[in-house]
């Protein structure tokens, strides 16, 4: 595709070969916000930005990748898995997930101060990244920054989730929710990111079975690098060479 600016777009269905939507360069490409591809096998987004509105990407299906794409202050989410239908081998690799504007507490509307009663941030874009119902999904190489209230959710129901390589310069409140709600996700790998000082917590772990959290670097912040959240659920949880600097 040429650089340029484009409507949103809506694919429903796509079951032949890989349909590829690349970009001439990266970043290029600027599409209106609430972009849909649901119910297709095989696509690749590469290289688009968008900006504002409720949602910058819904996606819904399997062999999907997106890279090297920009997605800037959305209220609701930069790319999210819907739930429904379970989706499969998600891939989003080399992304930007950018926000600076601080937004109301959702739970008491009439607070617009952009934060809470104890100090902590609340984003106007409340998550970069948000899965939902899939099988297996893979977070590797993106750049998160810099508030967020959930730069990246596994939400509920991800059969197995790796978040890779990943830099969080800020986030906020939350770096990773892994596991966000019930129903639980089975298992996820967290290594090799780096997490910045700007956040309320690195990883909150609620409702996941198996959470292996492992070569991580957090820089030293008032909040924890890894928060266990109590939950009914029987959890194994695996914490090794992790490091914290200052």
Not at 10 to 33: M, W, Y
Request: aromatic share 8%; net charge positive.
């Amino acid at each position: 595709m040429a650089v340029g600016k484009y409507p949103s777009f809506n694919i429903n269905s796509h079951f032949e070969g890989v349909l590829t939507l690349r970009c001439a360069s990266a970043g290029g490409c600027e599409f209106q916000p609430n972009n849909r591809a649901t119910g297709v096998d095989g696509l690749v987004i590469d290289g688009i930005k968008i900006t504002g509105g409720n949602n910058g990407l819904y996606i819904q299906g399997k062999n999907i990748v997106v890279l090297n794409s920009t997605f800037v202050e959305q209220t609701s989410a930069g790319l999210t898995v819907i739930p429904g239908t379970q989706s499969d081998n998600i891939q989003i690799y080399r992304n930007h997930f950018q926000n600076a504007k601080l937004g109301c507490d959702y739970r008491h509307p009439h607070n617009c101060t952009g934060h809470l009663s104890d100090g902590t941030p609340v984003a106007e874009m409340d998550y970069g990244v948000r899965i939902h119902d899939t099988r297996n999904v893979k977070i590797e190489g993106n750049t998160f920054g810099t508030v967020f209230n959930h730069a990246i959710s596994i939400k509920y129901s991800v059969v197995s989730s790796i978040i890779k390589g990943n830099n969080f310069r800020g986030c906020g409140r939350a770096c990773i929710d892994f596991g966000q709600e019930s129903p639980a996700s089975t298992e996820g790998t967290i290594t090799g990111n780096k997490f910045g000082p700007y956040r309320k917590a690195g990883v909150n772990v609620r409702w996941m079975k198996k959470s292996v959290i492992t070569g991580n670097v957090f820089t030293k912040s008032q909040g924890a690098d890894i928060k266990v959240i109590s939950v009914p659920l029987s959890r194994v949880i695996i914490q090794s060479s992790n490091t914290t600097n200052k």
